[in-house]
């Protein structure tokens, strides 16, 4: 996110990350735009003096949506590339495969073997599907 989309994110009242969900970007009552690490409430501004450059990497920037859902992740490695077992039924009339139960086993293509999952909620990095910026 640009340094525009992440102040304009923050003023419409979302939830704007760095890096991950502990670190909220926020507006405080002088007005001006901090990075805070929630867990001990550390903060440092958004960018340096020039109020120009941003402190972290435009990429590392999200807006949370838990309104998107959620995504499932290996525990180990991180990785979404993740299966599970379950027992399907055939359906004559739509002449398809339909889950009837999901086990709890979980395996991990990258690590190659049996795994705890994790969610995470689906982020907004403030590009649109056609790669442009989300306005």
Avoid at 6 to 35: F, M, P, T
Avoid at 73 to 89: G, P
């Amino acid at each position: 996110m640009t340094l525009d989309q992440i102040k304009s994110a923050v003023d419409a009242g979302k939830s704007v990350h760095w890096s991950n969900e502990g670190y909220l970007v926020h507006r405080d009552a002088l007005g001006q735009y901090l990075i805070t690490f929630q867990p001990n409430a550390h903060s440092i501004g958004l960018t340096d003096r020039s109020e120009t450059r941003l402190n972290g990497a435009e990429d590392a920037f999200f807006v949370s949506r838990p309104d998107l859902g959620e995504t499932l992740h290996c525990s180990d490695c991180s990785s979404e590339d993740v299966q599970r077992d379950c027992w399907a039924a055939w359906n004559a009339e739509l002449q398809t495969w339909e889950v009837v139960s999901v086990h709890d086993h979980a395996w991990c293509n990258t690590c190659q073997g049996e795994v705890k999952l994790t969610t995470r909620p689906i982020r907004d990095y403030g590009v649109g599907h056609d790669g442009q910026a989300a306005s």
